[in-house]
């Protein structure tokens, strides 16, 4: 597993992995986001004028999160100071629309998993985070298999998707809070 940190000015940290999984289970991955039952109408932002821009969304349990196999003993070691708070994947298209949003209001941390097993970069589709005064620092490229871990208190939504896209993007999220803060 390859591992790289990126800082914001802020000092907010977006850790990136790629290689985290192997061929086989992100086949399985793939499959199991494509077979899940999506809705529409989800919303990027708690801003009510704009909720009426939506994306595909499929909100998993923990049953289906125990079935989806997100297992990598040394990514799981990087995160056992924390504890799945909420869990669903994204289905995005060049109509998707995302706004800038924070995840979290506390010390959570937000995972992404790209679950897509063919990207062509040219598509778009990265994530983009900003630093505390809103200004857009770092760009991760949406690349298959990558595993990108975030300070949920930073401000990112994923960038445009082009036309040319014959796929959806499939982002499977993440949302952990510390173990050891009382809810």
Same mark, same amino acid.
């Given at each position: 597993m390859k591992h790289k940190r990126m800082t914001t000015s802020s000092g907010r940290f977006v850790d990136i992995y790629d290689d985290v999984f192997p061929s086989h289970l992100r086949q399985y991955h793939i499959n199991f986001v494509q077979e899940s039952m999506y809705r529409l109408g989800g919303a990027s932002s708690d801003i009510t004028w704009q909720r009426n821009k939506t994306f595909f969304s499929s909100i998993y349990t923990k049953e289906n999160f125990d079935n989806f196999q997100f297992?990598?003993?040394e990514l799981l070691l990087k995160l056992q100071d924390f504890k799945v708070e909420n869990c669903w994947v994204l289905a995005s298209s060049p109509l998707s629309t995302y706004y800038f949003h924070t995840d979290s209001s506390d010390n959570g941390i937000t995972l992404l998993y790209y679950v897509n097993t063919? #990207?062509?970069?040219? #598509?778009?589709g990265e994530t983009l985070f900003t630093n505390d005064e809103g200004e857009c620092e770092v760009a991760v490229e949406y690349k298959p298999g990558r595993v990108v871990v975030f300070d949920s208190?930073?401000?990112h939504k994923p960038s445009s998707i082009s036309m040319e896209a014959d796929e959806f993007r499939f982002t499977f999220v993440i949302q952990m809070s510390p173990k050891n803060e009382s809810n």
């Open positions: 297992i990598n003993d063919r #990207w062509d970069r040219d #598509w778009g208190l930073i401000e």
